[in-house]
Structures are given as structure tokens and as C-alpha cells.
């Protein structure tokens, strides 16, 4: 037993310890997620600093999820989202959420507009996208692709620069940036237990002001760990679908393709599987930070034909 001398005071050290959360999606070489896959198949690297992976998980997390339509994009590309004899893509969508779910309902173009509070029913989220619906039924067209969906990429990357020459087909602006931030502050409240994404529908422009920065939002997103997924309403030029690529790279998410219906349909479906299982890993970083530092983190497998997706790192906060 420790005795105290004459004035002399007990003193208590604390210590933080954070346990920095990495959800990861495998993919092999032809796009499948890979399943089955034990922690003993992982390295995970901080700052190129070997990590000791301490929690691991595959359990399926329930969503909670802010669905998001640019609704500043052209007549056809709208249209895609409301064929006219069929139901609108958003009963698709609703199918792949579960009763465990939630889901708020957002669009915009140069204002964000939140068209519902979050539920767990599908069919409130449909009827909220309504006001897009309308919107869709009066814009304009841009000249459509006639190379269609499955033409070669390379040339459809040439025409899309070609095409940025030119004066703006976007019939209004783009404020992704800001919904991107409204979204963040709605899934920052309540939704610990959940995983949060954002469902991004756009053609990837950020058109017009915008209060917020890219690196701003990346930085808002990475904080309450939410992972961003773009449904392109344009084709990729040489690979990239614009800012929706560069947000879902930073944040761990993905980007699929909004080029048709059925694209979107599926596209749908894909990034809810994919969002709800995902393998999760934890370790506790052996770096000690100063002052707020940003770490970059890195997570490879033993097999290189699999590509690995995971946010691009964290701010590590002083002890």
C-alpha cells in the first residue's frame, strides 16, 4: 500500500484510447463482393505503419441511409428515375432496405430541399421524391449519348471532354457540396449503431457556389464516418465520374452507374448489399498525435486480384 508523505498529493494519469472503426468491401476481379474472409486475411496500415488488428466483424449492420437526387440535372436524366409505364426506381430501392432501416429523403440544386423525417417504410420515401417527379416532367433534354451504355469507353471519355468544352448543357446549378454537408448533419444525431451512407443520384457536377469546400465536407463526412455512394448519371470519363468519385474514394463508398433505369435499378440494390456487409476492423493506432493529425490508412489482403475499399483515413486527436 502507497503511504503519502506530508503534502504531498495523489495524482490520477488518464490515457485515451481510441479504437479506430474501418469498415472494408472486397471485390474480385469481376466486381462480386468476396465473403468469407477471416481478420488473419487483412493488414492494415497507419501512416505506412504496421497495425495490430484488434476487432474484427462481419456481422450485417442495419442502415441508415439519405437518399439524395440532384434534381438540377437534364429532363432525360431525371426521366430515368420515373419510367413512364413502369413503377419509379425508388420502389426498387425501397426493396433493398429492411424494417431495421432508416431512410430521409433529400434533393437539390442550387438550395437543398429534406422532402421527409427518417422511417423505415420505403413507400414514404418514394411518395417524397414527387416534387422530383414534377420537376422531371418539365425539363429539358440534353443531347443523348448515342453511344449507349455499352460503347467503347475510351471514345465515350473523348466525347465527354469534347463536351466539357462547350457551353453548359446543366440547365441550373449544383450545390452537392452543401447537400452533402445537410446530410452529414442529419445522420450525425441518433444513428451511432448504425451504418451511415449517403445514396448520392447525380451527374457528378458541382455547378454554381457552394458555402462548403470539397475538403471540408470530405473532412465533416470521414468525422461522423459516413461512407458515400454515387449513382452517375453521366458515363465516365477515363474512369472518373467526377466529384462523385472523389467523394466515394475518400469515404469508403462507391460509385455505380445512372445511365438507364435498369442501371439505376441495380445500382439500387448493389450499394445496399454492399453497405450492410462489410467486414469491420479495429485497432488501436500506435501513432500519438501532437495537435489534430490526419492519418492516412491503408488495407490490403493477401490476394492481390482483390480490390480492397475502405475510407481513405481519420484525424487522430491529441491524448
Known amino acids: 500500500m502507497l503511504t503519502l508523505g506530508a503534502g504531498e498529493v495523489r495524482t490520477q494519469?488518464?490515457?485515451q484510447v481510441d479504437l479506430v472503426v474501418v469498415p472494408v468491401t472486397v471485390k474480385d476481379s469481376m466486381g462480386k463482393l468476396v465473403t468469407g474472409l477471416t481478420k488473419e486475411d487483412f493488414t492494415i496500415r497507419e501512416d505506412k505503419k504496421l497495425q495490430s488488428i484488434t476487432?474484427?466483424?462481419i456481422d450485417p449492420q442495419p442502415l441508415s441511409a439519405a437518399i439524395v437526387v440532384d434534381d438540377g440535372m437534364n429532363g432525360n436524366q431525371l426521366r430515368r428515375l420515373f419510367p413512364r409505364f413502369s413503377p419509379s426506381a425508388f420502389t426498387t430501392l425501397g426493396a433493398g432496405f429492411t424494417s431495421n432501416d432508416l431512410m430521409v429523403a433529400f434533393r437539390y440544386d442550387s438550395h437543398i430541399y429534406r422532402l421527409s423525417a427518417f422511417t423505415s417504410d420505403p413507400g414514404a420515401i418514394e411518395k417524397s421524391f414527387k416534387s422530383v417527379q414534377d420537376i422531371a416532367v418539365t425539363r429539358p433534354d440534353e443531347t443523348a449519348d448515342m453511344l449507349g451504355e455499352k460503347g467503347p469507353r475510351a471514345l465515350r471519355s473523348v466525347i465527354n471532354i469534347l463536351g466539357s468544352t462547350m457551353p453548359s448543357e446543366r440547365p441550373t446549378y449544383g450545390a452537392l457540396n452543401d447537400a452533402l454537408n445537410e446530410t452529414v448533419t442529419a445522420?450525425?444525431?441518433g444513428q451511432a449503431d448504425r451504418r451511415k451512407i449517403v445514396i448520392l443520384i447525380s451527374d457528378g457536377k458541382i455547378a454554381g457556389p457552394n458555402m462548403h469546400g470539397f475538403q471540408q465536407t470530405v473532412d465533416a463526412l470521414l468525422k461522423e464516418q459516413i461512407q458515400v455512394y454515387?449513382?452517375?448519371a453521366r458515363y465516365a470519363t477515363f474512369g472518373s465520374f467526377g466529384a462523385l468519385t472523389s467523394y466515394a474514394a475518400a469515404t469508403g463508398g462507391d460509385v455505380y452507374p445512372g445511365t438507364s433505369t435498369d442501371s439505376i435499378e441495380k445500382s439500387?440494390?448493389?450499394?445496399t448489399?454492399?453497405?450492410r456487409n462489410q467486414y469491420v476492423l479495429g485497432y488501436v493506432?500506435?501513432?500519438h498525435a501532437e495537435r489534430p493529425t490526419f492519418r492516412?490508412?491503408?488495407?490490403t489482403t493477401q490476394s492481390r486480384n482483390y480490390t480492397v475499399i475502405h475510407r481513405r483515413g481519420y484525424t487522430q486527436q491529441p491524448q
Open 13 to 15: 494519469i488518464r490515457t
Open 285 to 287: 493506432s500506435t501513432n
Open 230 to 232: 454515387g449513382v452517375a
Open 296 to 299: 492516412n490508412i491503408e488495407v
Open 55 to 57: 476487432n474484427f466483424s
Open 268 to 271: 439500387f440494390l448493389r450499394i
Open 273 to 275: 448489399e454492399q453497405a
Open 187 to 189: 445522420l450525425q444525431d
